[in-house]
């Protein structure tokens, strides 16, 4: 199933599992096509990774964008910002020889700000948890932060340049944390002077990068430059779409970027899911089609499933398309790129989920509220392949039956197949993206 695309000037790549499908891959590719990059929710819970002729770079919150020295990369204001998470990635991609200037890079002066109080609480509140109501948050601090941005006493990027503004949001937003930090989880933390002194010597750092970021991308439509929003972490830790409440603390679905970028006079053109051809998950929740068996051993090895933020093993289990279906429309997805492929090659044994029993009936589809932790996944099993691209460079018949049933039972085209970590082990379908056009 492919269809030709007319000509697009917008596209989102969202994550259409539990995080970590590959998002920095693909748009470390598609960046070489546009002219802005654009993160618009999250912050450095993600971690997006890009190789390029071997030379790994893990991003956090810089856009993946950032490679592609002529594309402008662009932090929008629903993201939350570590400053100093930004400076030590500054850093490290100068040291690197990358570009990295207040030309290319622009941070909106309106994103919300990770102080320290954030991150203590975040750690804090996660090890109070028993091992079954723990999250498994990244302890960045995320949760925290969006908490104060919807109680509308947030550290702005704006802030950082004055101290008596600082104070006297900082004071705000400790007034009630001390008791929690002094009372009940009896810990020690910054004083407020350190925590202004700390934030204003960054926002020394970042002033150079701070733009209007929406009047920035409002222009940039209007003068009809090509923009690539970048999601972070996945349809299913969602906040809203997610499987609640093991999610994390953003809109990552499509919804957020008409929150957290904005995208003046215009929708989304294209909305590329990124799917692995299996399914993982980090951090606590349910899982339906979770693998605890020497296979999944195998693709947890073969994949290199390791958290690209916190190191932490990734749970590994086969495809799960109920989950799929689902967030093809939560996000409304309009094609698919589906990458790790190479991590099934070889081997005996392969099944997918194409339904659940829930509640004695049956179900292709998930839906917000069904409890994932009782239902059962009801798989079949399909042929496995041995090799996903010939010696001639295509895709086997036996890769082309793997996506194409894909394909039907996402109801969606798959536009890019991703069979390795670097920036070119990438195959598009011919003339089928209508943003490289
Ligand atoms: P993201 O958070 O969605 O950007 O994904 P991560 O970068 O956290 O995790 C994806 C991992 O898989 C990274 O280590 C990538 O280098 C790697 N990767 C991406 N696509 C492929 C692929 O098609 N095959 C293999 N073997 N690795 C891939
Ligand atoms: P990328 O962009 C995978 C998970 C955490 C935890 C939950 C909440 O690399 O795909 P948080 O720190 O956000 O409050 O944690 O969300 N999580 C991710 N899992 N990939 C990510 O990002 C993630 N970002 C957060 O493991 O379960
Ligand atoms: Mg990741």
């Not at 750690?123 to 919807?150: C, H, L, M, V, W």
């Not at 349809?235 to 970027?257: A, H, K, R």
């Not at 991590?343 to 009936?361: H, P, S």
């Not at 996506?403 to 890019?416: F, N, W």
Request: with cysteine; glycine share 10%; aromatic share 8%.
């Amino acid at each position: 199933m492919s269809t030709n695309q007319s000509q697009s000037q917008t596209m989102a790549i969202i994550g259409a599992q539990w995080g970590d499908e590959g998002k920095g891959k693909i748009t470390d590719f598609l960046s070489q096509y546009a002219d802005y990059v654009v993160r618009f929710q999250g912050g450095n819970n993600a971690g997006h990774t890009i190789i390029v002729d071997g030379k790994k770079t893990v991003l956090h919150i810089i856009p993946s964008g950032i490679l592609s020295g002529h594309c402008i990369s662009v932090i929008g204001h629903g993201v939350v910002l570590d400053p100093e998470v930004f400076k030590k990635e500054v850093d490290s991609l100068i040291a690197a020889d990358v570009k990295v200037t207040g030309a290319n890079l622009k941070v909106s002066l309106n994103a919300n700000v990770i102080t320290r109080y954030h991150q203590l609480l975040d750690q804090t509140r996660e090890n109070a948890k028993s091992s079954e109501k723990k999250i498994g948050t990244t302890g960045r601090g995320i949760g925290p932060t969006y908490e104060d941005r919807t109680s509308r006493r947030g550290v702005k990027v704006a802030d950082l340049f004055n101290k008596d503004i600082l104070k006297e949001k900082l004071e705000l937003i400790l007034q009630e944390k001390e008791v929690l930090f002094k009372e009940l989880y009896k810990i020690e933390y910054p004083s407020i002077n350190e925590e202004i002194e700390r934030l204003y010597e960054l926002g020394q750092y970042i002033f150079p990068f701070v733009a209007d970021t929406f009047s920035l991308l409002d222009k940039a439509l209007s003068e009809n430059k090509k923009v690539l929003y970048e999601g972070a972490q996945g349809v299913l830790l969602d906040i809203d779409y997610g499987t609640y409440p093991f999610v994390t603390s953003s809109n990552t679905s499509i919804g957020g970027i008409y929150t957290g970028a904005g995208i003046p006079g215009h929708n989304v053109d294209e909305v590329l899911g990124i799917f692995k051809a299996y399914t993982t998950r980090v951090g606590g929740g349910p899982f339906p089609t979770e693998l605890n068996t020497p296979i999944g051993a195998h693709i947890q090895d073969k994949g290199k499933e390791f958290g690209a933020t916190t190191g932490r093993q990734r749970r590994v289990g086969w495809l799960d398309v109920p989950l799929l279906r689902y967030a093809v429309k939560a996000s409304n997805l309009t094609a698919i790129a589906l990458t790790k492929m190479d991590v099934l090659e070889d081997l005996e044994e392969l099944q997918i989920c194409y339904a659940y029993e829930y509640d004695g009936k049956e179900y292709d589809q998930t839906f917000p509220g069904m409890d994932l932790s009782k239902v059962k996944p009801l798989f079949k099993t399909v042929p496995p392949f041995k090799k996903i691209m010939d010696d001639q460079g295509k895709l086997t018949d036996d890769a082309i039956s793997y996506i194409r049933m894909v394909e039907q039972m996402a109801g969606i085209p798959v536009k890019m197949v991703a069979y390795g970590p670097e920036r070119q082990q990438l195959h598009l379908v011919e003339n089928t993206l209508g943003f490289l056009n």
